[in-house]
């Protein structure tokens, strides 16, 4: 009898042993160097933190070489870049696997009763006006490959335009567009952004509709700003690292980045998103060559 409770208290003693170290160890990587959270264990924290200094704070002149894919489920393709990176050329790929049906700039079969068609910036910002959905608002589209508007530059496009205007829905709607779409696959376009800043002056009127027209108080620019090629690298620059936080801050969300130059952009994109043949990616909507150079001022 006294055997078995001797070994019975022994059993007791390793078992205790056992838990205090498991404790002591769990409260140490809990509170080590002073980060604690209710509700996170440290070292979850840790890997945020790497995975932040690994694409959230990489270059903003360079795309990454892999997708940020944080969830399964994968939602409607917005582009979130720039005008002149790309975006007639990802309509006509998008286009040719006949899988989507995509939006680019004009028209978005909006709500507007004043005209059959609407520039796709302004459609959403009336829908988002109004407490509305802006991508079901606007065509509910399974891409969207232009979003953006500054100005109506084309003097083919008879009514819905708006002189006075400038929308960036990837920029000022961010929260509308996830709070419809938090599963939505980003693509972020690069070029070189030289080459950028001088295409943005050279088609048509758009540099000066950007000076003139746009302000985007989260990126610190203002109606005036975007005549030197410093303030458009920088709007460039801050672009991205916005995206960018946004999608950490968002995990349902997908970020592909790509660069327009590289000659295996369409294999990459292809191998993302189904039903694309790499083979239909090519350069659409290309500025023509300059009769007169325009030059952007510098610093």
């Known amino acids: 009898m006294m055997?078995?409770?001797?070994?019975?208290?022994?059993?007791?003693?390793?078992?205790?042993?056992c838990v205090s170290a498991i404790s002591f160890f769990w409260v140490s990587t809990f509170f080590q160097d002073?980060?604690?959270?209710?509700?996170?264990?440290?070292?979850?924290?840790?890997?945020?933190?790497e995975e932040k200094v690994r694409w959230v704070d990489s270059s903003c002149f360079e795309p990454?070489?892999?997708?940020?894919?944080?969830?399964?489920?994968?939602?409607?393709?917005?582009?979130?870049?720039?005008?002149k990176c790309g975006s007639s050329t990802l309509q006509s790929f998008l286009d040719s696997s006949n899988s989507f049906n995509v939006s680019h700039y004009h028209p978005c079969k909006g709500e507007h009763k004043d005209h059959k068609d609407e520039f796709c910036g302004l459609c959403i910002r009336n829908a988002v006006n109004k407490k509305k959905?802006?991508?079901?608002?606007?065509?509910?589209?399974?891409?969207w490959s232009q979003m953006d508007y500054a100005g109506d530059g084309f003097k083919h496009h008879n009514g819905g335009g708006d002189n006075s205007s400038c929308v960036f829905p990837q920029i000022s709607y961010l929260n509308e567009i996830y709070?419809?779409?938090?599963?939505?696959?980003?693509?972020l376009p690069f070029r070189n952004v030289k080459?950028?800043?001088?295409?943005?002056?050279?088609?048509?009127t758009m540099g000066e509709r950007i000076t003139e027209l746009c302000e985007f108080p989260e990126y610190n620019f203002t109606k005036g700003m975007g005549g030197k090629e410093s303030e458009l690298q920088e709007l460039y620059c801050r672009h991205v690292k916005h995206i960018r936080q946004f999608v950490f801050q968002h995990p349902s969300l997908t970020l592909v980045e790509y660069s327009i130059e590289d000659d295996g952009a369409g294999?990459?994109?292809?191998?993302?998103?189904?039903?694309?043949?790499?083979?239909?990616?090519?350069?659409?909507?290309?500025?023509?060559?300059?009769?007169?150079?325009?030059?952007?001022?510098t610093d």
């Not at 959905?133 to 891409?143: F, R, T, W």
């Not at 080459?195 to 048509?204: H, V």
């Open 3 to 17: 055997e078995g409770i001797k070994e019975y208290i022994k059993a007791l003693s390793i078992l205790a042993l």
């Open 64 to 83: 990454l070489t892999e997708p940020v894919i944080r969830n399964k489920k994968l939602g409607k393709i917005i582009n979130v870049g720039f005008p």
């Open 34 to 49: 002073g980060q604690h959270s209710n509700t996170t264990p440290v070292v979850n924290l840790y890997r945020e933190e």
């Open 179 to 187: 709070e419809e779409e938090p599963n939505a696959i980003f693509i």
């Open 267 to 297: 294999d990459y994109l292809a191998s993302l998103i189904p039903n694309l043949n790499a083979s239909n990616y090519g350069h659409a909507n290309a500025n023509p060559p300059p009769t007169k150079e325009k030059k952007m001022k």
């Open 195 to 204: 080459q950028w800043t001088q295409s943005i002056s050279r088609w048509g």
């Open 133 to 143: 959905p802006p991508l079901a608002s606007c065509g509910n589209y399974a891409a």
